[in-house]
């Protein structure tokens, strides 16, 4: 049967199990929402970080009246801008109490000070809903968990990339040529598989410095070794069949052979061990987050947000550490389930 026969049924088989379907709908629809952050979430300010001190640590489904002025200076984005970093607020909105209208103007009482104000101009009242209630800054944690599932993604997208194209170059060449160039390899191999993944993504953070790129590159240079180890394995059987043997009677090049006749069929083990990494790498970020040598503030890691609420656990407000926990759990549930769909759905024997 050909490849690709193979591929199909593989891909046919993963769709009807109800689990891996279910996984990979919860893992389109991250994807989505983390292109598409800024359409929908309540707070469209850059990384969702518009502060109400007044409004700290409020519970879920808590609503606020806003009296909103515009700014003197008005700011123009084009849409891109918005679309990708968010949109630069152009009005200030003030936490009120209650308010009287008059001609002209409106006289309000402040929530931050509760001293009855007089405003002329032009403005408008607006009531805002926080559907997940607000973290200790006053910041909209829906908003914030919304935007955490970019970070968590784009990590991870980033991460998966870097480790694949280390790891299928070095597993395809020592796969393939064998002998000394395959044991200088296998030795680097082998020495960055005994150093904890953990101690040398920090190791590479500090190294790098701190920020949102530098764990891209970290996590990606750590996740490289089990995919070569898997294509190593892989081209080591398929070079010794009889379809490799005629491609090099034939006079074809090594690169022809190893791009077009044997990294083919070494893409299904390397999708099963990329949706591990990638669950893998949504768990380091958030670790590196939650140590502070992750992404940096204000950019809303979900690993970051447990980091400055985890001492409200033995409060009652435990559902704001409760909440990216469980963000991190269901993604990271969804990878591993997709990946053993995929695992079985590959499996050649079955």
């Known amino acids: 049967m050909k490849q690709e026969s193979l591929n199909y049924l593989a891909w046919l088989k993963l769709l009807s199990n109800r689990s891996s379907l279910l996984s990979l709908f919860v893992i389109v629809f991250c994807f989505f929402t983390s292109f598409c952050s800024y359409l929908f979430i309540p707070d469209k300010t850059p990384y969702a970080n518009q502060m109400y001190l007044e409004l700290a640590t409020l519970p879920p489904f808590s609503e606020s009246q806003f009296l909103v002025t515009p700014k003197k200076n008005v700011i123009e984005q084009s849409f891109f801008e918005y679309f990708f970093k968010g949109k630069k607020t152009d009005v200030i909105k003030i936490p009120i109490v209650n308010y009287s209208e008059f001609t ?34 006053g910041r909209d944690l829906l908003s914030r968990i919304i935007y955490g599932v970019r970070v968590s993604m784009a990590v991870g997208i980033i991460a998966v990339i870097i480790s694949l194209i280390i790891g299928i170059t ?76 005629a491609s090099k ?7 022809r052979i190893i791009t077009k006749h044997i990294l083919p069929n070494v893409i299904g083990p390397v999708i099963v061990i990329s949706a591990a990494n990638f669950a893998a790498a949504i ?6 987050s939650f140590l502070g040598i992750g992404a940096q503030p204000p950019i809303p890691s979900w690993g970051s947000i447990i980091k400055d609420h985890y001492s409200y656990i033995i409060m009652d407000k435990a559902y704001l550490a409760i909440v990216p926990g ?24 079955n």
């Open 249 to 255: 009677v034939l006079a074809y090049s090594p690169f």
């Open 170 to 245: 070095l597993g395809l060449i020592a796969g393939f040529y064998r002998g000394r160039i395959d044991d200088i390899i296998m030795w680097f191999v082998n020495v960055i598989w005994s150093i904890p993944t953990l101690l040398m993504v920090i190791a590479i953070t500090l190294a790098l410095g701190k920020g949102f790129w530098q764990v891209f590159v970290a996590v990606g240079l750590t996740m490289w070794v089990e995919v070569a180890r898997i294509v190593r394995g892989q081209v080591i059987a398929i070079r010794e069949l009889e379809y490799i043997e």
């Open 104 to 137: 002209g103007g409106v006289n309000y009482i402040s929530l931050a000070t509760n001293d009855k104000i007089k405003y002329t101009g032009s403005y408008s009242i607006k009531n805002q809903t926080f559907w997940l209630g607000t973290d200790r800054f």
């Open 326 to 349: 469980t963000a991190i759990m269901i993604l990271v549930l969804s990878f591993m389930v997709l990946g053993n769909g995929l695992r079985d759905a590959f499996d050649v024997r």
């Open 283 to 288: 768990l380091i970020e958030a670790g590196l």
